[in-house]
């Protein structure tokens, strides 16, 4: 059972970038795949894969369809004063160190229909799912297509060696997936209702406004970067910079921060400095942030920074979105809507190396909370989505 994997994932302490060897108990669980490891600054992935019986190993990275399930195993630190084993043999004896949580977050524990615990929605319950959902489905096929696992222990962290890394790595050695499912916890009210077609990017600015000091008895003398900016401010701030599509919400521009002077009621400032943050649609970029803000600010003594954090993207495939559509509906009766809310995921990576992905999960609502926890429903329904998903997808003929 997938919850019985859950159990044993929870139980290894691997806040970001520690692995513990969760990989090792992963492997484990896919005897039958091969290993594909990678280890940079102090970040460890692996990537398990399955070539079908009868196929020559060479010859299928060429010829047949790839289908990856992602994810990370890395979580963020329990926080509320909860003890942090170290290592999973230690986690066995903590409960009386859990701080304000309810149990302690890295022995899992099950009450009222919930299994709480570190990670249990971000994302180690979406990971057993796609675990235990391939052991099923390779017990009985053998399917003409590979299967792998990419796991990253950085995505909570920099990103920097974590997927982003591991795919290069795939890219040089010719395999890249052609599909991927990244199990974020992306649902609402029940496991499914909610698939992420795309995401959202992050772009990130600084606006310096320069002035001149002085007294504020004498405001000839000075130049207030303040007075400059003036009504120019509602111009910025809160500024839907597109109107947004039936896929992405406008893109918004949010002012931050604010700080200038020497907080003296008789000086005025020197110098301004705005940070903001735009979540920008595939119809926002950084450039097009640029040219408002300087259409704007025009004639002002200013300087911009801008950096994207992550890019925006969305995955239009219809063959993937609708095998999954249905296998959510032949397991939960219900349609599940298509998003591209939310902050950034390692989904985006796959993107940028042309990789046709989706996101699906479990609920959201105690993301890296005190007392996280899912339900034993939401577990129980994503097992079979994914394995209904399995069978649809290798049975079609449009791969």
């Not at 302490?13 to 039958?32: Q, R």
């Not at 102090?42 to 990537?47: E, L, P, S």
């Not at 990419?150 to 890249?176: A, P």
Request: hydrophobic content about 35%.
């Amino acid at each position: 059972m997938a919850l019985e994997i859950l159990k044993k994932l929870i139980q290894y302490p691997t806040i970001t970038p520690l692995e513990h060897g969760i990989y090792e108990y992963i492997h484990t669980l896919l005897p039958s795949f091969d290993v594909l490891h990678s280890t940079q600054g102090g970040v460890k992935n692996i990537m398990l894969y399955h070539i079908p019986k009868g196929y020559d190993i060479k010859q299928s990275w060429q010829t047949l369809p790839h289908f990856c399930f992602a994810g990370h195993i890395d979580v963020v630190p329990p926080g509320g004063g909860a003890i942090i084993p170290k290592d999973i043999d230690a986690a066995k004896d903590l409960q009386q160190d859990k701080g304000t949580w309810q149990y302690h977050p890295f022995i899992p524990t099950i009450h009222d229909g919930y299994i709480y615990g570190r990670g249990t929605q971000d994302m180690k319950g979406g990971i057993a799912c796609f675990l235990r959902a391939l052991q099923i489905f390779l017990t009985n096929n053998n399917p003409p297509i590979i299967l792998s696992v990419l796991l990253t222990s950085d995505e909570e962290g920099d990103g920097i060696y974590g997927t982003r890394y591991m795919l290069d790595i795939l890219k040089q050695h010719n395999m890249l997936p052609t599909y991927a499912i990244v199990a974020e916890p992306t649902s609402n009210n029940i496991a499914g209702d909610t698939i992420k077609v795309g995401r959202r990017g992050s772009i990130n600015g600084i606006i310096r406004i320069e002035g001149k000091q002085g007294h504020v008895a004498y405001p000839e003398k000075c130049s207030n970067p303040v007075e400059l900016l003036g009504a120019k401010l509602g111009q910025l701030a809160g500024i839907y910079l597109d109107s947004g599509d039936a896929v992405f919400s406008e893109s918004k521009l949010v002012i931050t921060d604010i700080r200038g002077g020497i907080e003296a009621v008789n000086v005025t400032p020197n110098d301004l400095k705005i940070m903001f943050n735009v979540r920008n649609s595939t119809m926002t970029t950084p450039q097009s942030v640029r040219s408002y803000i300087d259409s704007i600010l025009a004639g002002l003594p200013y300087t911009l920074e801008l950096t994207q954090s992550s890019k925006s993207f969305v995955t239009e495939d219809t063959t993937l979105i609708s095998l999954l559509q249905d296998a959510v509906y032949r397991q939960l009766q219900i349609k599940p809507s298509l998003s591209t809310s939310g902050g950034t995921s390692d989904a985006r990576f796959f993107s940028e190396y042309g990789v046709k992905v989706v996101e699906l999960g479990v609920c959201n609502d105690r993301i890296h909370a005190i007392d996280e926890r899912v339900s034993l429903r939401d577990i129980e329904q994503l097992q079979h989505i994914f394995l209904t998903f399995l069978e649809s997808l290798c049975n079609t003929n449009t791969l």
